[in-house]
């Protein structure tokens, strides 16, 4: 078999289904779905929502709470929980105490997915606009 290249042609453009071929066309370079990613600023809380959803909808409701609940470990205002096909966040807050010292952890609900059929929903009650945000926010960062 002889090769028809010439010595200027780079052997990384040649596609074994022929120069001419749209397999290059039709396959996304993984760099240019991670730039867009990273490029993505969220600046509404109906863009967040959308966000949120399309992170959900990516695999089932454990995979977003393992993913959710990591990028959230270190944010003190905000905390996830996954029961069944529900995810809940929850805004948290101290109260009481003196410095800090016997101070109770306050969970209140802010937002909630479920999961019905084969799609994630955002639920109606509870929505506060903030915790939406906080969360978009860190499902965005690297």
């Not at 240019?32 to 809380?45: F, N, P, S, Y």
């Not at 409701?61 to 393992?66: D, L």
């Not at 529900?86 to 101070?103: D, P, Q, S």
């Amino acid at each position: 078999m002889t090769d028809n290249r010439t010595n200027d042609q780079e052997r990384d453009k040649i596609s074994p289904f022929g120069e001419d071929s749209i397999v290059e066309d039709l396959t996304p370079g993984d760099e240019d779905l991670e730039a867009e990613e990273q490029t993505k600023t969220i600046e509404t809380v109906d863009e967040a929502l959308v966000y949120i959803t399309s992170w959900a909808n990516r695999g089932n409701m454990k995979q977003f709470y393992t993913v959710v609940s990591a990028r959230l470990s270190t944010d003190n205002e905000h905390d996830v929980e996954f029961d069944g096909d529900t995810v809940t966040f929850y805004n948290v807050r101290k109260e009481g105490g003196i410095l800090g010292i016997g101070a109770e952890t306050v969970r209140e609900p802010a937002l909630r997915l479920v999961q019905k059929g084969e799609m994630a929903r955002i639920s109606d009650d509870p929505m506060d606009p903030d915790c939406a945000m906080a969360v978009a926010q860190a499902l965005s960062r690297q």
